[in-house]
Structures are given as C-alpha cells and as structure tokens.
C-alpha cells in the first residue's frame, strides 16, 4: 500500500496549496451557517394574517416554503362585510392574502393593475370585491396559471358571501358581530399538491436548512472541481499515464480520489459543525449532528460527481459549467426553488433520482422526531456512491486504451 500512501500525500500537497480549495473549505461553510439565521419578516408570528399593502405597485414574493395559495385582492368595498369575508377566507387556512384598497379605482383600472401585478409578482389568483359584492353576489378572479385549486376557491367565496347574505335582515342590514360570533369550524381538505406535514414553523426551520445546504452543495461541487484539477495536471505531465502503464493500479488510482474526497468533506463537515456551534443562535428543529450526516452524505455524493465528471472531460472549465448546471437543475427538480408548487405527473418519481429531493424527505422525517428515515438516507448515499465510483472506474478505463 506504499504507493497508495505516496498518491495520497501527493494529491493533497496539490490541493493544499490551492488556495481556491482553502476558501472553499473555510469560507463558504460560514457562509452556509450564517444562512440558518435568517428570518424572514418573523413569518412565524403573522403567519395567518391578512396582509394589507400600502401600495398598489408593492411587488408580492412569498418566500414561505407551504403550499398557501397567494391571494391579492382588490377591496373596493372596504367595509365590514368585506373584512369579515377576508377573515373568513383566511381561517381556511388554505391562503395567504395581500389586499389593497382599491375605492376609488374603476373595474376597468383594476384589470389592468391586475394584470400588471400579475407579470412581477409571485401569486397564484387575484380577486377583486366590489361594493356591492353582498347584493349581487359578485366577487371577480383573475386566475394566474392553471392551478388545481381554482375551483375550490370559487367554493369558498361562494360559501363565504352564502354566508354573509343570511344575516342580512328585514331592514336589509348586515349584524357582522353575530357573524363574527359563530364558531368558524375549520376543513380538511385533501389536495394532491405534494404537502408537506411540517406546521408553519418547521417549515420555516426547513426552509433555512435547505438554503444552507444548497450552499454547500455548490461548495462541495467546486472542490471536487479542485480535485479534477489535480487529475489534469497528472494529465498535462503524464503521471497519470505512468502510473496507470504499471498492472493493477487502476483500482488504486480510484481509490485516491474517492480518499481525497472523504477527507475533503469530512474536513468541510468539521469546520461547518464548528461554525454551527459557534454561531447558530436560532432552533432549527434537528441537532448539530443530524444537520452535520445531512451534509457529509451530500458532500460525498456532489464531489464525487465532480471527480468522476473529470475523469471524461480534461477541460476544468468545462467541468465547472457541468457541475453547477447539475446543481442547478437537481435542485429544481427536487423542489428546492418552487417549493409547495405541483409537478407534472410523473416528475415526482422523476424527483427522487436526485439526492436533494431525499435531503428534503429526510430532514423533514427528523423535524417530525422519526428517525427511521436516516436509514433510508444512508442506503440512498451509499447507493449513490456506488454509481458515481462505477463511472469513474469507466473513465479510468477510458484513459488507459488512449
């Protein structure tokens, strides 16, 4: 095992004295760990709260990782019906709502600030109430999409105006405090859009580590990247055609690699975990450590793909553009970027070929105080591992017939 040994030492003098690779291992994860402090706005207090807009023109972006329809609405009524009405909507718990109070503005000029809303903001509906919505019984949607929850929203406003309309009285008054008295019973309703089991404030919790983890995903992609630059210097100067002439070094070879990455992310994984301790001032539901096995089994699998990558490719810009479109696009189909958003039929089993959508499933299995999902997640790793170490044997492979 001496030449083992003498590789090793080699390969991590090179990595060493990159001082990308070092940045990489110590600055990005403090990065990564500062990222789990973020709250947003105290979401957590005011998460069932109708929210009300200074501005027609304010931009709506819900960063809330729930799948809550977003709602503006156009209240040009403004009264105590229409307040009680969005009351009522909102204890379905089933939306978030913006409202701007439109008196003043024609039907015509909310169309078209609709419309204009609808273009910059992140919303799946926008409703307008007109002052007369209770004696005609007219609310108008302008649907954004085609989002599988359009019809159970025209239910609820067609109840909740039903509802309305039988306390008017002889006199043709509305008594919206006995309204307001009634015991609002609360639905659940089964919807088929991925939801999540989590109450809001894991949600929260899960939302930051998912943040951090995309992070450090595109960290250990990179330092794999560090990695493969070593393979093509050993490239440029014929080691690796040396050492791959001498019978039985294939194996080897491989090995190095798959060692270097094992130190490289335990490494990362030590220095992340003492910036955790260190900084991290909020509850984020897991422990250090579970939050330290969801990386280190990331970690692997991501630098691996980048080192295995390099054993095609000889060019490492090439590689970086390979690698970070591989980020991009697992996170995307994992559901990291659009979370609570329905996928097209067959993209969910699609899904859980990439390792995030597991990160995802596992660190909410642990949110949810169930352990058993770590195991299914170690078995997934492992499975991983042995896939991206097959192609990698392949690539060596490749390099021995050139």
């Known amino acids: ?72 609405v156009y209240d040009s009524a403004n009264n105590a019906e229409s307040n009680y009405f969005l009351d009522r909507l909102n204890e379905s718990g089933m939306y978030r709502i913006y409202r701007f109070i439109s008196t003043g503005m024609s039907e015509e000029q909310i169309k078209a600030s609709a419309t204009t809303t609808a273009n910059r903001s992140s919303l799946q509906a926008i409703l307008y109430i007109p002052e007369d919505f209770i004696v005609k019984s007219r609310i108008v949607i302008y649907p954004i999409g085609d989002d599988s929850r359009f019809s159970l929203l025209e239910q609820h406003l067609s109840q909740n105006i039903n509802i309305i309309r039988s306390y008017i009285d002889e006199e043709g008054n509305i008594d919206v405090n006995a309204l307001y008295q009634q015991v609002i019973h609360k639905q659940i309703i089964e919807v088929d859009m991925n939801d999540s089991t989590l109450s809001a404030e894991q949600q929260q919790q899960q ?89 280190f089994g990331l970690g692997i699998i991501f630098n691996l793909i980048s080192v295995a990558i390099g054993m095609f490719i000889s060019n490492t810009l090439t590689i970086s553009y390979i690698t970070f479109f591989i980020w991009a696009m697992t996170n995307m189909l994992a559901g990291i970027y659009f979370p609570g958003v329905a996928l097209p039929k067959g993209w969910d089993k699609v899904s859980l070929l990439v390792p995030q959508k597991w990160m995802l499933m596992t660190s909410e299995a642990l949110l949810n105080n169930n352990g058993s999902a770590v195991i299914t997640y170690v ?21 021995q017939q050139e």
């Open 1 to 72: 095992m001496s030449s083992y040994w003498i590789l090793l030492k080699s390969n991590f003098k090179l990595l060493i004295r990159n001082k990308g690779y070092l940045s990489l291992v110590i600055l990005l994860p403090l990065i990564s760990v500062f990222l789990l402090n973020i709250r947003i706005d105290d979401a957590s207090q005011d998460y069932d709260k109708v929210y009300d807009l200074s501005s027609d023109a304010m931009n709506i972006t819900n960063f809330e990782v729930d799948s809550k329809m977003v709602i503006k």
């Open 207 to 295: 939302s930051n580590i998912t943040l951090s983890l995309t992070t450090l995903i595109l960290c250990f992609i990179f330092t794999g990247v560090c990695i493969v630059s070593v393979i093509n210097y050993e490239k440029d100067f014929q080691v690796m055609t040396r050492i791959l002439m001498i019978p039985n070094t294939n194996q080897k070879y491989v090995l190095v690699k798959v060692s270097i990455t094992l130190v490289t992310v335990i490494l990362q994984s030590l220095i992340t975990m003492i910036y955790f301790i260190l900084f991290v001032d909020i509850d984020l539901g897991i422990s250090v450590f579970q939050y330290i096995g969801l990386i």
């Open 379 to 399: 078995i997934v790793v492992l499975a991983y591992i042995i896939f991206i170490v097959t192609l990698g044997f392949l690539g060596i492979k490749l390099n």
